[in-house]
């Protein structure tokens, strides 16, 4: 009895960490807001959406600057065409890699800073746009 006892608990502890491991990996590709992948921009949805770089203007990345610790981001991608694809809205938890439940200004700001530097890394034009509205001073 000890025996079995004895096999079934190492058994246990390999399942659950490849359980583990196979779930972590998958949160850390949630905190991926886009890659470049052959000549194409890939924003990170459900269903990941496909641009190709030559077709992009720029990429617009906003800071929405409301009240009440309700500050939020958002991605969008214009096209030479004049096309331009819906706003993804996004936290912090892009930059901490952790889940946030209220973004300040200031995890905003680094946000952003880094979004538009992996950007320019990359070489893909972007706009950083700030808007503020505080309306219960």
């Known amino acids: 009895m000890e025996f079995i006892v004895l096999g079934v608990i190492p058994l246990v502890f390999i399942v659950s960490y490849y359980v583990w491991k196979r779930y972590s990996e998958q949160a850390i590709q949630g905190f991926i807001l886009f890659f470049i992948e052959d000549g194409n921009f890939f924003l990170n949805t459900k269903r990941p959406l496909r641009f190709p770089l030559n077709t992009i203007d720029y990429v617009c990345l906003r800071a929405h600057y409301l009240s009440k610790g309700t500050d939020y981001m958002s991605i969008q991608v214009m096209r030479k065409d004049g096309n331009y694809s819906a706003r993804y809205i996004f936290d912090s938890s892009i930059y901490t890699k ?7 200004r200031a995890s905003i ?10 950007l320019k890394t990359q070489s893909v034009p972007y706009k950083v746009i700030k808007e503020g509205t505080y309306r219960f001073q």
């Open 109 to 118: 700001d680094e946000t952003l800073s880094s979004l538009a530097w992996e």
């Open 98 to 104: 952790k889940k946030e439940t209220l973004s300040n």
